[in-house]
């Protein structure tokens, strides 16, 4: 909250007070949060079962240990101290161990959520495997109980919904490139956005280990009344997910305000640079739902561990389901949008060709988001009366009016083009392919009759992974080698990068085309053991699912060798004409030495197009110099 | 260095502190939600019955939330006048009420615990959960005040220089402003 200090003021801040690894000072004190928190609790409310961990303590310790964690890695030094009127110390600028530690520089920030949503990506997705190795046999073998299975599914849901899908685009990409797309030197709040990452690993943490305190069966969505009979792990989940969600709020708010009020001078709303526009409008989307799933999922978690009957089936069980597809439709925007931005901020850079309908394409993204709270009851049709099913059957149709928009302004892009096919492009005709299978998969469970049918089958699963993953992770994929020189001064293999691109696309294919199949074919969700006659396929899904696992795999050890060990490469390799293009790669620590001036489009190309960025010299710059 | 009403900042592309005010308001606005899901539920739950919880407490809560916001928005004006010693008095007045309200809802809580009703009788299990979610804004605006009256002590504001005493300030102005939806909704309708 504290406003940053002038310039000459930087010199004279106190050395930085690190006696050892912040990260290990957060550990401390948030395991001894977690004792104090959960020993007053535990002489609040005595249990007669158990005289240290009650439920109610398990979440005060937890809140404790929460606290604790994000003043030991930096908080009280940073922000809770100089709030009291105490000076700050300097934060580490260079050196490894930036990264491991509170940080001020909205590219260490971005690279640390970039860091820990990879690092899940990787947890879950072993968890994908797990699940996909059990579902080879219709009965059960690694998962000897139903509840094992459904954990696991839970786990592998959140992590990836809440850490992967929602972070690495946004909290990852959106705090690296934001501010040097738009052209300014730090976000508006970089205090709060150097707090807000290590809610991450605290999240992650949370819903990992959440099995201990016993198993839950709801998935992601912590379904009532459901969840009322499952064990206190579920406690954790609502904790873990409170965590992320507000890292998430923290990102959106700030990269929101950034946008809003940092754009150099000439960056007008017709130039805003497509990525950004993306982060603006998702931005949104999650200044306002994430807190409404906040407080249902705080909700739900008081009526677990206090003698309340919200949403139980003494309650309104179909409350908390409406409560949570308010926002959990959105969500699945939340996570797109960027996937569209991505699209076209890549595809008229490889083509040399203007962006076709520019204006298009954004509104595209601002009417998503504007139809993406209309349209969450399609979830739940199997449990509505017809006259109510019918206005959101109307505007989850309608959602692909705009979402087209997208796919026009791509499509007008690449016709005619001289499109280079390199490892983003194809990444992205990829994302664009399998994006289309999800959406129009997406109008069938949009009817309601085919809905009816296909509710809670394999369909479903197939129907968003083609969304999330075949969306998002692909553009996200696009973006990595995108940006990869501007990351790391180095680039990829093209050899290893397109093999990559067409292994993961032949083998997400191979998965999940059968997931409609199976789902055709009667194979249900959430079951570990399923009939006898549908093995073959779910054998054959399951060896496409390992091959996928291992793709994915070889992206990334590709993506980490380019980015160490790579060939050093130009500073612009792609001849890109937005912002971040016009600084060093790496980018230094303030970003430019001089701040650009936009005079021009990023996406218009041809013959005797002058050229849209202008460097001011120092003394326009700075009067009085 | 851009200078502005309420305070000055250095303004790389020309940001002021009317646009921290409005970036902060964006944090405000996603707080509102919390109120407007708490508000949303209590009909969903409950319809629209008034629990049995003490009428005369909550004006006296909802007058005490008035004056300690009063309070925090003059500690405000009085950094603009410079007024040091104002500042000071102020924020510790309304400290101490939001401590008031704070102790008024438990003992509120006590009474109609006390008074015989089933904990989970809808009305009542609204009200706990809402009135417990306004409790948690409180100890946080509690701590923003405290903060503030901290940093004036030891730093101190100036007219161009209090931006950490008027987000505390605004922060307090969402809590009572929660406080009266919250009062408005449970109480009266």
């Known amino acids: 909250m504290a406003q940053p200090l002038p310039k000459g003021q930087m010199a004279s801040m106190p050395k930085r007070i690190a006696p050892w690894p912040p990260v290990l000072r957060a550990f401390l004190w948030a395991g001894i949060g977690f004792v104090v928190l959960a020993a007053i609790a535990a002489w609040l409310d005595p249990s007669p079962n158990s005289p240290y961990l009650t439920a109610v303590g398990s979440v005060a310790g937890w809140f404790g240990a929460l606290i604790g964690w994000l003043l030991g890695i930096g908080g009280y030094d940073y922000i809770v101290r100089p709030m009291m009127g105490y000076p700050t110390p300097r934060v580490r600028t260079s050196g490894w161990r930036r990264y491991y530690e509170y940080a001020l520089d909205h590219k260490v920030i971005g690279l640390q959520y970039l860091g820990a949503s990879t690092g899940t990506f990787l947890v879950a997705g072993l968890i994908a495997m797990a699940m996909r190795f059990q579902l080879m046999n219709y009965q059960p073998t690694l998962f000897h109980y139903p509840e094992d299975y459904l954990n696991a599914v839970g786990i592998h849901g959140t992590l990836m919904m809440f850490t992967v899908a929602t972070v690495a685009m946004v909290g990852g990409l959106g705090n690296y490139f934001v501010p040097l797309m738009i052209g300014t030197r730090e976000t508006m709040f970089p205090k709060a956005s150097g707090i807000s990452v290590w809610l991450v690993p605290i999240g992650v943490l949370t819903i990992s280990m959440s099995p201990l305190l016993g198993q839950w069966s709801t998935g992601w969505r912590g379904y009532e009344p459901l969840a009322a009979s499952d064990g206190s792990g579920l406690l954790y989940y609502y904790l873990g997910v409170f965590a992320l969600t507000t890292s998430s709020l923290i990102v959106a708010i700030n990269l929101t305000a950034t946008i809003l009020f940092k754009r150099t001078k000439g960056m007008t709303w017709n130039r805003l640079p497509l990525f950004a526009w993306g982060i603006l409008t998702v931005s949104l989307l999650n200044i306002i739902w994430l807190p409404e799933i906040q407080a249902t999922f705080i909700l739900g978690m008081l009526d677990k561990v206090m003698p309340l009957n919200l949403f139980n089936v003494f309650g309104q069980p179909l409350g908390y389901e409406y409560l949570f597809w308010l926002f959990g439709h959105p969500e699945v925007y939340i996570v797109v949008i960027p996937a569209l931005a991505i699209w076209n901020e890549i595809l008229p850079v490889m083509g040399r060709k203007s962006l076709f309908a520019r204006p298009i394409a954004v509104l595209g993204l601002v009417f998503v988001m504007l139809l993406s709270g209309m349209v969450w009851a399609h979830h739940m049709f199997t449990m509505m009366r017809f006259s109510e099913m019918l206005p959101f059957s109307f505007f989850t149709e309608m959602i692909s009016i705009p979402t087209g928009f997208a796919y026009l302004a791509a499509i007008g892009t690449l016709w005619n083009s001289r499109l280079r096919i390199t490892t983003p492009t194809l990444l992205v005709l990829m994302s664009m392919f399998n994006f289309l299978i999800g959406g129009l998969t997406g109008l069938f469970l949009a009817d309601v009759p085919a809905n009816l049918q296909l509710h809670n089958t394999f369909f479903v699963v197939g129907h968003f992974h083609y969304t999330i993953i075949g969306g998002m992770v692909f553009s996200w994929m696009a973006a990595m080698y995108y940006w990869l020189p501007k990351f790391s001064g180095r680039t990829y293999s093209e050899f290893w990068g397109k093999l990559g691109a067409i292994w993961v696309f032949i083998a997400f294919n191979a998965t999940f085309l059968n997931f409609f199949i199976l789902g055709l074919h009667g194979m249900n969700r959430w079951v570990s053991a399923y009939p006898k006659y549908l093995q073959p396929e779910n054998f054959w899904t399951s060896i496409a699912a390992f091959f996928l696992g291992a793709g994915f795999g070889i992206n990334i050890i590709h993506i980490v060798w380019a980015w160490i060990k790579g060939p050093k490469v130009k500073e612009n390799p792609w001849d890109a004409k937005t912002l971040e293009w016009q600084t060093s790669s790496p980018p230094p620590a303030k970003n430019f030495d001089v701040l650009p001036e936009v005079v021009g489009s990023f996406y218009t190309y041809g013959d005797n197009v002058p050229d849209p960025v202008v460097i001011p010299s120092v003394q326009e710059q700075t009067p009085g110099l | ?189």
Do not use: C
């Open chain 2, 1 to 189: 260095m851009v200078s502005v009403k309420g305070g000055s900042v250095n303004g790389e592309n020309g940001v002021g502190v009317k646009h921290y005010r409005a970036g902060f308001s964006l944090f405000l606005i996603s707080q509102a939600v919390v109120f407007m899901v708490l508000i949303a539920v209590r009909y969903l739950i409950a319809g629209s019955k008034v629990g049995p919880y003490s009428q005369s407490l909550g004006v006296v809560i909802t007058v005490v939330m008035l004056i300690s916001a009063w309070l925090a928005y003059s500690a405000r004006k009085a950094a603009e006048h410079n007024n040091g010693q104002a500042i000071q008095t102020r924020l510790t007045g309304a400290f101490w009420l939001g401590v008031l309200a704070f102790a008024l809802v438990l003992i509120m809580w006590t009474v109609v615990k006390n008074a015989g009703y089933s904990v989970t009788m809808p009305s009542l299990e609204v009200f706990w959960v809402g009135t417990g979610f306004w409790l948690v804004y409180v100890l946080l605006g509690l701590f923003l005040l405290f903060a503030a009256r901290s940093r004036g002590r030891l730093v101190g504001y100036t007219p161009n220089q209090h931006w950490d005493l008027e987000a505390s300030s605004h922060f307090w102005n969402l809590v009572t402003v929660g406080w009266i939806a919250l009062w408005i909704v449970f109480f009266i309708l």
